[in-house]
């Protein structure tokens, strides 16, 4: 992200920004997670296609946030 944008709740990220996002995984981990993960439901990606996937912010916060203090 530049210094001129802002960081929304909405915002849709790739894959890869999440990735990042949750401590540098790989999108092979992040598919698992989707399927496997107790806290799936959280992280919700929106798929537009197969191919075609987005994640919210804030979701994914909530997701990190979660992990966080189940353990």
């Known amino acids: 992200m530049t210094?001129?944008?802002?960081?929304?709740?909405?915002d849709l990220l790739t894959p890869e920004e999440v990735c990042e996002m949750l401590?540098?995984?790989t999108t092979k981990t992040l598919r698992d997670w989707n399927i496997n993960?107790?806290?799936?439901?959280?992280?919700?990606p929106i798929r537009f296609t197969h191919k075609f996937v987005r994640y919210?912010?804030?979701?994914?916060?909530?997701?990190?946030?979660?992990c966080r203090s189940a353990y």
């Open 3 to 10: 210094n001129n944008q802002k960081e929304h709740d909405d």
């Open 23 to 25: 401590g540098g995984i």
């Open 37 to 44: 993960h107790r806290h799936r439901k959280i992280l919700a």
């Open 56 to 66: 919210e912010r804030k979701n994914v916060l909530a997701f990190k946030e979660k």
